[in-house]
């Protein structure tokens, strides 16, 4: 009896996108909870396409530093609102 094999969808993300979020770890924006939260958002987006840009994941990680924006303590805040528009922008 053969075995049905059934061909797996594999994203990529392009090497500019994986740049911009290792910069955003490193600058201490995404701790480990939300680095878990951008990428859950990423795989259900790679459900959608073969690849994942530069804006794709800059719109997801604006998205979860904006929702947990009141959670930051104030010093992390302020440094994050100055380097907004160097991010995002």
């Known amino acids: 009896m053969s075995e049905i094999r059934i061909r797996a969808e594999v994203s990529s993300v392009d090497p500019l996108a994986a740049t911009f979020l290792d910069v955003v770890v490193d600058a201490g924006h995404l701790d480990e909870i939300l680095l878990a939260e951008v990428n859950d958002r990423l795989l259900d987006m790679a459900q959608q396409r073969s690849m994942i840009g530069l804006d794709d994941v800059r719109r997801i990680v604006a998205e979860v530093l904006f929702d947990h924006m009141h959670e930051l ?14 991010l995002f922008y």
């Open 73 to 86: 303590e104030p010093e992390a805040r302020r440094v994050l609102e100055l380097e907004w528009p160097l």
